[in-house]
């Protein structure tokens, strides 16, 4: 079953703009990562936030994290035209850090 | 080697065929996992694979599917009377030991049945 889902499932957005993606949960977490696909293929993982984070950077990237909500936000500020692509968040809650990811959501930035 | 490696990266095979699907994870990685992944679907977990322990089968969606790893390194998925439903990317990824580590994917390998 699903435990992440992403929202919205698809969005599209011109070159410089920002970009919001939305990922919600149902049970506690260890953490919750974001990962990024191009044309269906391996996975690079983004960054990771552990639940007793609120708020992380990394370069253009920032995370929120809401336990109370079971929520994360992902932004991408500045977007450029190669970061195009599916976006996962994925979270853990066992010893075994074994992720359960989302649908993803698909950016398209247009140049 | 620097990434995790999968062979084939693409594979066709008739239904009701045997396939078997090869990761070849990052040294001193000790956990494997294997997930699916379906057209325009998120990822489906499968195995996962940690040292010396047990592996942890249950997202295994059938008999027909199996999977080991020798000498806590290259693992194999084996999918035997393939079924077209069968069809998917599998994605194979490891991760250091320890807490607050993302997976490393490797590239995945597509499979077809027919």
């Known amino acids: 079953s699903q435990q992440g889902e992403e929202d919205p499932q698809a969005l599209s957005i011109q070159e410089g703009e920002n970009a919001t993606m939305n990922c919600s949960y149902k049970?506690?977490?260890?953490?919750l990562q974001w990962y990024r696909q191009n044309s269906g293929r391996g996975l690079v993982h983004l960054i990771l936030?552990?639940?007793?984070?609120r708020e992380k950077h990394s370069g253009r990237l920032r995370v929120t994290l809401d336990t109370s909500k079971k929520s994360s936000s992902l932004l991408i500020t500045a977007s450029r035209a190669a970061d195009t692509a599916s976006y996962f968040c994925?979270?853990?809650?066992?010893?075994?850090?074994?992720?359960?990811f989302g649908k993803g959501t698909l950016l398209t930035v247009n140049p | 080697g620097a990434g995790v490696s999968q062979s084939p990266s693409n594979k066709v095979t008739e239904k009701g065929k045997d396939v078997e699907l090869r990761c070849d994870p990052i040294?001193?990685?000790?956990?494997l996992y294997w997930y699916r992944q379906s057209l325009g679907q998120g990822l489906e977990f499968l195995i996962y694979?940690?040292?010396?322990?047990?592996?942890?089968k249950s997202g295994l969606p059938s008999d027909r599917f199996s999977a080991e790893r020798t000498g806590g390194s290259v693992s194999t998925l084996t999918i035997q009377r393939t079924q077209q439903e069968d069809s998917a990317v599998y994605l194979c990824?490891?991760?250091?030991?320890?807490?607050?580590?993302?997976?490393?994917f490797g590239s995945g390998t597509r499979l077809t049945v027919v």
């Open positions: 990824a490891s991760r250091p030991p320890g807490q607050g580590h993302g997976y490393t």
């Open positions: 049970t506690s977490i260890n953490n």
């Open positions: 936030i552990r639940s007793n984070e």
């Open positions: 994925a979270t853990d809650a066992g010893s075994n850090y074994k992720l359960t």
């Open positions: 040294s001193g990685h000790t956990a």
């Open positions: 694979f940690q040292g010396n322990s047990a592996p942890d």
